[in-house]
């Protein structure tokens, strides 16, 4: 089945300060990547996602990338602030949607003010 | 604003209850899903169904069961209920794109 890895498990940056979270699959035949954000008390929120047939895209202040050929997908967060603090998660699915996702183990994300 | 709720924030249980965590969707959505989530671990896959009694084994249904009796509520069972169940559970629903989860039960076994 499929293995999502992610890292870094924890990310403290200063306010202002870009964060980068990296994720590394294994089956080629996934064909969809979200991102997730989980507040403290929360569940998870769907901030980005992107398909396998994109390489990029962007939202405002966050944006992904997926490098089909070597099986990996990152977020990329631009001039953070303390309320990007959140434990975010990767995921990917063969169903070109949010079915039958595999998750990465999540990234702590600290913005320090 | 679509919404999956769980029915409880927080559930303490002794070792060998029955427990039953329900959710609830909104939003119509064919598929529903049970996730268990444990620090380090990310979120992992219980049972998930496609359909009213429909279910399928995820990829850790040991310890549990589910039931799917209408469309808008899928129910996670805990038969005889062990420590090493203590975690955070939360149930997902999804259509044709994103998957939306509920806030999630912090589930207690003493």
């Known amino acids: 089945g499929e293995n999502v890895e992610q890292h870094p498990s924890t990310l403290s940056v200063q306010e202002g300060d870009s964060a980068v979270i990296k994720c590394t699959y294994s089956?080629?035949?996934?064909?969809?990547f979200p991102w997730y954000k989980q507040e403290l008390g929360k569940g998870p929120q769907l901030i980005i996602d992107?398909?396998?047939?994109?390489g990029e895209k962007k939202d405002q202040r966050i944006a992904v990338t997926l490098n089909k050929t070597a099986k990996h997908f990152s977020l990329h967060i631009t001039e953070t602030q303390p309320e990007d603090s959140a434990v975010y998660f990767c995921?990917?699915?063969?169903?070109?949607?949010?079915?039958?996702?595999?998750f990465g183990g999540g990234t702590r994300l600290m913005v320090k003010p | 604003d679509v919404k999956v709720t769980q029915s409880s924030r927080y559930l303490v249980k002794r070792t060998g209850e029955k427990v039953f965590l329900e959710c609830v969707q909104d939003?119509?959505?064919?598929?529903m899903f049970w996730y268990r989530q444990d620090p380090g671990l990310g979120l992992r896959l219980i049972y998930f169904?496609?359909?009213?009694?429909?279910?399928e084994k995820g990829d850790i249904p040991e310890g549990y069961s589910v039931s799917r009796e209408k469309k808008e509520r899928f129910s996670l069972i805990l038969e005889s209920a062990s420590t090493n169940q203590t975690s955070m559970y939360l149930c997902?629903?999804?259509?044709?794109?994103?998957?939306?989860f509920g806030q999630g039960t912090r589930l207690t076994v003493v």
């Open positions: 995921a990917a699915s063969k169903n070109n949607a949010g079915n039958m996702l595999t």
């Open positions: 089956d080629s035949a996934s064909n969809y």
């Open positions: 992107i398909r396998s047939n994109v």
């Open positions: 939003m119509d959505h064919e598929n």
């Open positions: 169904s496609y359909d009213v009694k429909m279910k």
């Open positions: 997902a629903s999804c259509g044709d794109t994103e998957a939306f």
